[in-house]
């Protein structure tokens, strides 16, 4: 046997076993996440559970309660108000994400291309995402309720002489037009993010091919970028879908409810009308809801992330 084959069946010493073993994580780290772990648990994980004891409740938010089982939940079904704010709240969120997610596409291919001031432009596209949310409801609330009528009479277009965020049958468009604005911003910077991965040779040889540039969009862009829309489309929808604010600022949920979100209806009915046990019911119901939409439109989009590839 030669010396490298003796060496080889010779059995391992406990220091080269030492030596082999996984470091131990410092003490510190925890310690560290202890702090967040607490805060958490105290300002979501209590709350959300607690919330889903009264569902089982009629507590009003005050006073004495007794036990109803699931009847609040039974009742969600049967509550005409209710189906109506979900019914307006899915027509909302899924147009202003397809309305948000087209812009943004849009206007980051057109930031990433090379044009003049580009840092500039993107800094200014930004700028609606840092403002706040009631600020500029209220700051469009004035502007479509007097200066827009003001150009529709000029113009003579009848629809527009009047404010449509007074007529039930518009006003949902000026809150999906207003939420767009807003949040576009945010989509922009992943779409810009998922853009620069793209190599810029694939472009060049697409163009010596002949490839027009909305070939290049279908064949190249998007196909490299598929993993960014699926981030925006999850997480816009995801948002929207508790859009509480816009609304406040522009409509207050009317004229009449015509606009009213779920999350509105849980917030009057809840801390306003005496309904904290139903709301709360109302909120699990609208949780569930969230998170199987959010988990079934990522699981579409990612299937149809491994069809580009």
């Known amino acids: 046997?030669?010396?490298?084959?003796?060496?080889?069946?010779?059995?391992?010493?406990?220091?080269?076993?030492?030596?082999?073993?996984?470091?131990?994580?410092?003490?510190?780290?925890?310690?560290?996440?202890?702090?967040?772990?607490?805060?958490?648990?105290?300002?979501?994980?209590i709350p959300t559970l607690t919330g889903m004891f009264f569902s089982f409740t009629n507590y009003a938010g005050y006073g004495e309660w007794n036990f109803v089982g699931i009847h609040n939940y039974v009742n969600l079904f049967k509550d005409d108000r209710i189906l109506a704010s979900y019914g307006f709240t899915f027509i909302f969120a899924i147009t202003t994400t397809i309305v948000v997610n087209v812009g943004a596409l849009f206007i980051a291919i057109l930031l990433n291309s090379k044009i003049k001031y580009q840092t500039a432009f993107r800094g200014i596209f930004f700028i609606p995402n840092i403002l706040s949310v009631l600020i500029v409801g209220y700051v469009f609330n004035y502007l479509l309720s007097n200066n827009l009528p003001l150009i529709g009479q000029a113009l003579g277009i009848k629809?527009?002489?009047?404010?449509?965020?007074?007529?039930?049958?518009?006003?949902?468009?000026?809150?999906?037009?207003?939420?767009?604005?807003?949040?576009?911003?945010?989509?922009?910077?992943?779409?810009?993010?998922?853009?620069?991965?793209?190599?810029?040779?694939?472009?060049?040889?697409?163009?010596?091919?002949?490839?027009?540039?909305?070939?290049?969009?279908?064949?190249?862009?998007?196909?490299?970028i598929s993993g960014f829309f699926t981030i925006n489309m999850v997480l816009a929808?995801?948002?929207?879908?508790?859009?509480?604010?816009?609304?406040?600022?522009?409509?207050?949920?009317?004229?009449?409810?015509?606009?009213?979100?779920?999350?509105?209806?849980?917030?009057?009915?809840?801390?306003?009308?005496?309904?904290?046990?139903?709301?709360?019911?109302?909120?699990?119901?609208?949780?569930?809801?969230?998170?199987?939409?959010?988990?079934?439109?990522?699981?579409?989009?990612?299937r149809k992330e491994a069809d580009f590839s």
């Open 1 to 45: 046997m030669s010396i490298s084959s003796a060496k080889a069946l010779r059995p391992r010493t406990s220091a080269g076993l030492q030596r082999r073993k996984p470091s131990r994580v410092n003490k510190t780290f925890y310690w560290m996440v202890i702090p967040a772990l607490v805060l958490f648990v105290i300002l979501h994980t």
């Open 159 to 224: 629809w527009l002489s009047t404010s449509i965020l007074a007529n039930p049958d518009l006003a949902w468009l000026g809150i999906v037009g207003v939420t767009a604005w807003q949040s576009i911003a945010f989509s922009v910077i992943i779409y810009l993010a998922g853009l620069q991965t793209v190599p810029g040779e694939l472009y060049e040889a697409a163009s010596l091919d002949g490839a027009s540039p909305w070939r290049q969009f279908w064949s190249i862009t998007f196909p490299l």
């Open 237 to 302: 929808l995801k948002g929207l879908l508790q859009a509480f604010d816009q609304i406040v600022a522009l409509t207050n949920g009317g004229p009449g409810t015509s606009t009213e979100s779920v999350s509105m209806v849980i917030y009057r009915g809840g801390f306003q009308g005496g309904e904290y046990g139903y709301q709360m019911a109302n909120s699990v119901v609208y949780l569930v809801v969230i998170v199987v939409l959010s988990l079934l439109q990522l699981r579409v989009l990612s």
